[in-house]
C-alpha cells in the first residue's frame, strides 16, 4: 500500500511570508502527527490530530498551525516565517496514535532566508 | 517530562564489526520504538517492544527492553555500510506524541 506523502519536498521562503505544508497518511490510518527535525533540536513535536480534530499540541507559537480533512489528509502552516523556521518538517500516520509505531513520510525540508 | 538519552551520540566503525547502542529514559516507558533514519528522509520504524525483558530479532539487529521498561538496546552483529545512519529511540508514554531521543549516528566503513 502507499506510504505517507508529503509534498512539497524542498521549500525555500523569505521571512515574514506563511508557507503550507501538505501530507496524505496511510490508508485507513485516522492519525497524523507532525514534527519539526532541526541538527541542534532533534525531532520536536508540532501536533496530532484524529477524525478531524486536534488532540495533541506541542510547545510551538501560534505561529503554527494545522488541520485535517474528513479524508485523513493534512495540512500544516507556518505564518511570519522567521530564520529560526528552517528545518525539516516530518508528517507521521499511525493506526493507534504511535502506540505501535508511526509511518513517516519523506519530509518537506524548508529553507527560510 | 520524559527524556530519553540516547549513547554513544556517534558511532563509526569497520564492516564486520559488532555495535551496541543504548537509549535511557528517566521514567518507564509505555511502548518504545527503535527508527533508522537516512540523510534527507524520514525516519523508518525498525521494531516496537512493549513489555519487560523484551527480546526481538530483526535479522543481524537485536533489540532488548530492560526489565524496568526503562531503558533498551540495539545490537548489531557484523555491522554492513548500508547499516550506516541515525538511529532513534521513540516513547509513547503520551499516546500521539512521541517523545524522541537525539540519535546515534552509526557509520560503517567498508
Known amino acids: 500500500k502507499a506510504g505517507v506523502t508529503q509534498t512539497p519536498r524542498y521549500l525555500i521562503k523569505t521571512r515574514g511570508q506563511q508557507v503550507t505544508l501538505s501530507c496524505s497518511p496511510i490508508s485507513g490510518h485516522r492519525s497524523v502527527s507532525w514534527y519539526q527535525q532541526t541538527p541542534g533540536q532533534g525531532l520536536q513535536f508540532l501536533f496530532e490530530?484524529?477524525?478531524?480534530?486536534?488532540?495533541n499540541k506541542g510547545n510551538f507559537p501560534g505561529r503554527f498551525s494545522g488541520r485535517q480533512f474528513s479524508n485523513s489528509r493534512s495540512e500544516m502552516n507556518v505564518s511570519t516565517l522567521e530564520l529560526g523556521d528552517s528545518a525539516l518538517y516530518l508528517c507521521?500516520?499511525?493506526?493507534?496514535?504511535?502506540?505501535?509505531?508511526?509511518?513517516f513520510g519523506s519530509g518537506t525540508r524548508l529553507t527560510v532566508v | 517530562t520524559q527524556l530519553l538519552e540516547q549513547s554513544p551520540q556517534f558511532l563509526s566503525i569497520q564492516e564486520g564489526e559488532n555495535l551496541t547502542v543504548y537509549c535511557n529514559s528517566s521514567?518507564?516507558?509505555?511502548?518504545l520504538q527503535w527508527y533508522r533514519q537516512e540523510p534527507g528522509e524520514g525516519p523508518v520504524l525498525l521494531v516496537t517492544?512493549?513489555?519487560?525483558?523484551e527480546v526481538k530479532k530483526l535479522k543481524r539487529l537485536t533489540f532488548q527492553f530492560g526489565d524496568a521498561r526503562k531503558d533498551s538496546s540495539l545490537h548489531i552483529t557484523a555491522a554492513q555500510p548500508g547499516d550506516t545512519g541515525l538511529y532513534l529511540c521513540?516513547?509513547?508514554?503520551?499516546?500521539?506524541?512521541?517523545?524522541f531521543g537525539d540519535g546515534t549516528t552509526l557509520t560503517v566503513k567498508p
Open positions: 521513540a516513547d509513547n508514554t503520551n499516546a500521539g506524541k512521541s517523545t
Open positions: 521514567s518507564v516507558f509505555s511502548s
Open positions: 517492544v512493549v513489555t519487560g525483558g
Open positions: 507521521a500516520s499511525s493506526l493507534r496514535a504511535g502506540y505501535y509505531g508511526y509511518t
Open positions: 490530530y484524529f477524525s478531524e480534530t486536534q488532540r
